[in-house]
Structures are given as structure tokens and as C-alpha cells.
């Protein structure tokens, strides 16, 4: 178990190289953050000799601590209340990438994960990474069948060290919410541990081709999006083998454009496929930036890398789907009731008063095109309103705002006119007619009806065995309470026992002496 000290230390080496940079100038102006912590990153600036003014590269601080802190600032993009608008606009800029391992620990840890040498599995193997991050890199390579493969190996040792710097960062989550105020309410312990969730899902390699092959099953009927396919018999947990797409980066416009590609279809095709994962499947792409997407020559969009996946279960998809479509319809009194209905908001405020707050974020940008105004904005402006309203932190849909900002700006770069808002409006209406009309509803409550029925059975079953029907022999009579002399009493050590075994002793010998007993 990892000591306090260790913790300190540390926060302090990590702490030292944020200041360096300026990343802790917000929370050190920021009046609601606890007096205690603006003075420890008061502290860590003066130690370090710099000054308040100047640019403030929290990007470049998070890429000089290491690969736990690259994943962690990424998802501090998605928190501007948590971290300041400032810091997550920066954030968003953080890339994802780290010198390649050498080759030579690269095939070690194929052939020690599969126990056997690297060319019984694949003829070709590119030894120059096609792409290196903070978890794992990927080589190009041939399998023994001939068939084209992204092989994706985890780096060596990044499993503990992970494992290292998510204790310390829950750590210090737990001490920051113990101040109490701001930071109870933004709830930083349930961040770390939905951070802590992801990165343990994209360290086992087994989890990852799975959650591509669920989403694979999910979006087959989706035209023109598709999930590349996993080679399980090269696959466990350190490394994943996966269908080679020849396609073209999606961040890459010019040979987009070369190729003849229609952008307006490209950004519609994307949006509404992730709408498609996130409301009607409630399993979704969650790291969907512009170098997990590519294009085809057919216009198919495919994507790949899915260590990050993110779940809703199906009435909070009920209530996404009916929050996107108010704001799109302008019916911020819906909304607003959505919002106590999902207990999102605590129910001592006024309802009126949160839809007057809503229209104030939501109306200046209906019908206006992305480059104007934006869903990033919206949330931004909703994040706003949160402390006014009391209301939590939901890390359950943290992942879902992280994706709806990059989904946003990939389909704006594609397209700079499109309408988020009147794209999204035509599917999220046909949904909530087929799962929340007259005719969904009724059929859900027959379904559950009907479940409920079927469970009544067993019920009756457990209820027999807890309650046993009467036998033949009859009900003993109620029994005296007859006082041990092991039951301790108050003032009763062990004299009292020793008292009461001579007493009863005697008795006994009188009733012997008396011819009572023989």
C-alpha cells in the first residue's frame, strides 16, 4: 500500500512541473477553490520562480509528467467547470503520442504473450510503428494466411505504472473533496474513478477487440460506417491484431477533396452515426478524434481504436434524446423538468426558474450554422449554470460531452455551415416517436407486464421455502427463560462463577446425603 508520503512526493515532482507552465494560475485566481489548495499551488509557482503572467501550456505540463497524465488531461478537456474554460480549450489540443518503443521489446512481448515466435503468427512485419501512444503502438503486418493487419502492442511495464499514478491520483481526489464546497459538488473522486475505469479497459487489449465487435454488431445496419474486423486467434490481452484499412485520415481534407469526396455527406453521415451508437444503441464510440476516422474510396467512414467506449443505459437515452430535441424545438420547460425527473437538479429549486437559465444558453444559437455557435458552446454555457442550481457532477455522461465536442468539430471541418442542431433533430424525433409514442409505450409496459407475471412464480416458490407449510408433530409450547450461569452480568466477574459452581455443588451433595438422588 502506497504511503502518504509517496503521494506527497509525487504531487509535489508533478505539482513542480505544472507550475513551471502556468497550469495552476487558474485554480490559484479561482475564488471558489478551497483557500488551502490556491495556497499550495501558490506555493508550487514561487518554488519554482515564475511569475503569474504569461502563456499557460497545460498541454505541454500533462505531456512532461508522462502517459497516465496524457489520458488524464484528455479528459479533463471534456470539464471546463472543473478545470476552467481556459485549461480544457488547451487540453483539447493534447495529442496523444510518445516516442515508439524499439522493436526488439516489441516482438519480446508478442512472442512472450502468444509463446511462440513472432513468425508463426505474421510472414511481415513492419518494425517502424504506424503510430505510438501513451498505452500501446501499432505495426503494420502480414499474417502467415496473407492477410493485411494493424498489430497493437502494449508498451512494456505501462500496466503498473498506470497502476502507480491512479493511486496517487485518487488520493488526491480524496483529500481535495474533503474540503469540502465547490469541489464536493464537481465531485472529483468519481472522476478519477471513471478515469480509472477507462484506462483499465484500454490496458487489456481482449476488452478492446470486444468492444469493436459489439459495436460492429450494433452499427450493421448503418450504411456507410463500419467497424474493422478483430483476428482473435492474434489477439489477448497485450496485443490486438485487427483488420489493415487502406483509407484516408479524415483530419486530411486536401486529399479528401482530391478524391472527390462530398464533405457535406461525410459530416451528416458522421453525426448521425454517432447519435446512432449513443441514443438508439446506448454504446458509443468515445475517442472519436480525426486519427481514429478514416474515409474509403466509397465514402465509408471507418473507425478504429476503441480501448475508450462509452454505455447509457436506456432511460437516461430517453432523457438525452428528449433534452436534444427541446433545446433543438426551443421547449426549454420539457427540458428543464427532465433535468429534476432525472434528479439531476435538487428538487428544492424552482423549475421555471432553471428553463429561464436553459433558454438563456439554448436560444441565441438555434438556427445558426456550427461555425457560429456550437454544441462545445452549449455545454460550455450549461457547465455555467451548474453551481447556480446545485447541481452534481454526472460522470456517467462525461464521456458523451467529450464526444459530442469532437464529433462537432470533425463534422465542422468537414462541413463549417452544418447545423448541428437540424441534423440531429429529424433522427432524435423519429426515435422518440418509436420508443417514447403511444405505441412504445404500450408495448413496454406489456413487456414488463408480462416479466413481471413470469417472476411470479418463483416468488411464491422462495416464499414457500422461507415459509414452510406446518407438519404433523405439534407446535412446541412457549419455554421458560431459565438464566445460565455463563450469562455475564454487570458487577459478576469471576468470584460470582466460582460462588455459583460451590453452591450448586452442594445442593447436589445434600440431595445425595438425603437419599433424593441414588
Do not use: C
Request: proline residues 6%; neutral net charge.
Amino acid at each position: 500500500m502506497t504511503t502518504s508520503a509517496v503521494h506527497l512526493i509525487r504531487l509535489a515532482r508533478w505539482g513542480v512541473t505544472l507550475a513551471r507552465r502556468r497550469a495552476l494560475v487558474g485554480i490559484e485566481n479561482d475564488p471558489n477553490a478551497p483557500v488551502a489548495l490556491r495556497q499550495l499551488v501558490r506555493l508550487a509557482r514561487l518554488a519554482t520562480l515564475t511569475g503569474k503572467n504569461g502563456p499557460r501550456d497545460y498541454a505541454g505540463a500533462f505531456r512532461a509528467i508522462g502517459p497516465a497524465a496524457i489520458k488524464l488531461g484528455q479528459s479533463l478537456a471534456t470539464r471546463p467547470d472543473l478545470v476552467g474554460e481556459e485549461a480544457a480549450n488547451n487540453l483539447l489540443s493534447l495529442q496523444d503520442s510518445l516516442p515508439p518503443v524499439p522493436f526488439a521489446q516489441i516482438k519480446a512481448a508478442i512472442e512472450s504473450s502468444f509463446g511462440q515466435p513472432i513468425e508463426k503468427l505474421f510472414s511481415e512485419i513492419d518494425p517502424e510503428p504506424v503510430g505510438a501512444a501513451s498505452i500501446a503502438q501499432v505495426h503494420k503486418a502480414v499474417t502467415t494466411e496473407g492477410r493485411k493487419v494493424a498489430v497493437k502492442v502494449l508498451r512494456p511495464g505501462i500496466r503498473e505504472k498506470f497502476a502507480r499514478d491512479i493511486t496517487t491520483y485518487e488520493w488526491a481526489a480524496a483529500h481535495v473533496e474533503a474540503m469540502g464546497g465547490e469541489f464536493s459538488r464537481l465531485r472529483p473522486r468519481l472522476t478519477i474513478a471513471n478515469f480509472k475505469r477507462w484506462t483499465n479497459s484500454e490496458l487489456d487489449l481482449r476488452r478492446e477487440a470486444a468492444s469493436a465487435s459489439e459495436l460492429a454488431e450494433q452499427m450493421a445496419g448503418v450504411s456507410g460506417y463500419r467497424i474493422p474486423g478483430i483476428d482473435w486467434d492474434r489477439t489477448n490481452g497485450r496485443v490486438m491484431t485487427i483488420e489493415w484499412i487502406d483509407g484516408i485520415k479524415i483530419s486530411r481534407v486536401d486529399e479528401l477533396r482530391t478524391r472527390g469526396h462530398d464533405f457535406a455527406a461525410l459530416s451528416e453521415r458522421l453525426v448521425i452515426s454517432f447519435l446512432t451508437q449513443a441514443i438508439s444503441a446506448g454504446f458509443f464510440h468515445a475517442d472519436m478524434h480525426q486519427g481514429n476516422l478514416f474515409v474509403e474510396d466509397d465514402g465509408t467512414i471507418v473507425a478504429i481504436d476503441f480501448g475508450i467506449m462509452g454505455r447509457i443505459d436506456r432511460r437516461a437515452r430517453q432523457w438525452l434524446a428528449e433534452i436534444l430535441y427541446g433545446l433543438t424545438t426551443g421547449n426549454y420547460q420539457r427540458v428543464a423538468e427532465i433535468h429534476f425527473e432525472a434528479q439531476y437538479v435538487p428538487s428544492y429549486h424552482s423549475v421555471g426558474e432553471f428553463a429561464t437559465a436553459l433558454r438563456a444558453v439554448g436560444e441565441p444559437m438555434r438556427g445558426k450554422p456550427v461555425k457560429e455557435l456550437s454544441v462545445g458552446q452549449m455545454l460550455d454555457g450549461l457547465f455555467a449554470i451548474t453551481r447556480d442550481f446545485d447541481m452534481q457532477t454526472q460522470p456517467h455522461l462525461l464521456l458523451l460531452q467529450k464526444t459530442m465536442v469532437m464529433v462537432e468539430g470533425i463534422a465542422t471541418q468537414l462541413n463549417p455551415d452544418i447545423n448541428m442542431w437540424d441534423t440531429a433533430a429529424p433522427y432524435v424525433r423519429s426515435w422518440i416517436r418509436d420508443e417514447l409514442g403511444p405505441e412504445a409505450a404500450l408495448a413496454d409496459r406489456l413487456k414488463t407486464d408480462t416479466e413481471t407475471l413470469l417472476r411470479l412464480p418463483g416468488l411464491i416458490r422462495r416464499l414457500e421455502e422461507k415459509y414452510p407449510p406446518k407438519g404433523g408433530a405439534p407446535e412446541a409450547p412457549p419455554l421458560p427463560h431459565i438464566p445460565l450461569i455463563t450469562d455475564r452480568r454487570e458487577g459478576r466477574g469471576w468470584l460470582g462463577y466460582v460462588l455459583s459452581g460451590l453452591a450448586g455443588a452442594g445442593a447436589l451433595w445434600g440431595a445425595m446425603a438425603l437419599g433424593w438422588i441414588g
